[in-house]
């Protein structure tokens, strides 16, 4: 087994519900995703992806259709979360998820996002999404 690591970015807004210090409030972050997959080398002679685990590209492409696209720029806000209720009546991008958005969360959220592109063989190994640049979560199907 080999692993390749695909990387990007988002700017996305976000709070904490019953947090005890500032992350409270609303506020956004940079947001950093390494996807992590795992598979053999593709040996097939003269195909297009040969000496590879899975195109770059292709990655890119679905983790820019299913996690970036639908994040950047963004506010996710907690289902349950009545004083962020107003930003439902807006036509921004508020993202509602059943969940508090911790990077922890999110993680685990850009996992399942994700986990069904890959063919029989290429899995997931790791998803790592930073909150900023020192701190970070990481989601495996082992968690």
């Known amino acids: 087994m080999i692993s390749v690591t695909k990387i990007i ?3 996305m807004g976000h709070r904490i519900p019953n947090h005890n210090s500032k992350c409270r409030n609303p506020h956004g972050h940079r ?45 996710m806000i907690y289902s349950q979360d009545l004083e962020m209720r107003w930003l439902r009546g807006t036509n921004w991008n508020v993202v509602i998820v059943g969940f508090i958005p911790t990077a922890e969360n999110i993680a685990k959220w850009c996992f399942g996002q994700l986990k069904d592109c890959f063919p029989k063989g290429i899995t997931i190994s790791n998803v790592r999404v930073f909150e900023t640049p020192n701190c970070w979560a990481d989601y495996n199907e082992s968690s």
């Open 9 to 11: 970015e988002w700017d």
């Open 31 to 75: 947001y950093r995703l390494e996807l992590t997959l795992s598979g053999p080398l593709i040996e097939e002679a003269n195909d297009s992806s040969e000496g590879m685990v899975f195109d770059f590209g292709d990655i890119k492409k679905f983790m820019t259709e299913k996690v970036h696209d639908p994040l950047d720029h963004g506010f």
